[in-house]
């Protein structure tokens, strides 16, 4: 094995998982916001929003109207922010949105208004105001 990717598999490994303590703070913190962000109840099951949290990074994202009578709604990820253990910051991304085609772009783009966030309060913040229309446009 190449010490190239050597390096990689020691720098996976090194990464620190969050602590039960933090995904307790960052599960109260996201349900909070998420209410704030969904429609009224009546609509819901057109269109709504939730999160998720993977590893380091948490998501925030729409659920969208099933497509020609299928049963299972569409997911789109618009926002994540990515916990940077060594740095001890949140590195913010969002995936541009086209209103021709009405999808997503699959690469995330990191968010240049503010590309990181000390806490996770300002990166909910930044969605919620969404001064660049790059979050929900």
Not at 17 to 30: F, G, N, R, Y
Not at 45 to 61: A, E
């Amino acid at each position: 094995m190449s010490k190239k990717a050597n390096s990689k598999q020691t720098q996976r490994k090194k990464t620190v998982a969050l602590t039960d303590e933090q995904i307790k703070a960052i599960t109260e913190m996201m349900d909070q916001f998420i209410e704030t962000l969904r429609p009224i109840p009546e609509i819901r099951h057109l269109n709504d929003v939730g999160w998720r949290l993977k590893g380091h990074s948490v998501y925030v994202f729409e659920l969208k109207e099933p497509l020609m009578g299928l049963d299972i709604r569409e997911r789109c990820e618009f926002a994540r922010a990515v916990w940077i253990t060594n740095k001890n910051h949140w590195q913010i991304f969002y995936r541009p949105y086209h209103h021709v085609s009405m999808q997503y772009e699959d690469k995330w783009e990191p968010y240049m208004p503010l590309k990181t966030a000390g806490n996770l309060q300002r990166f909910l913040i930044e969605i919620k105001k969404d001064p660049c229309g790059c979050f929900r446009g």
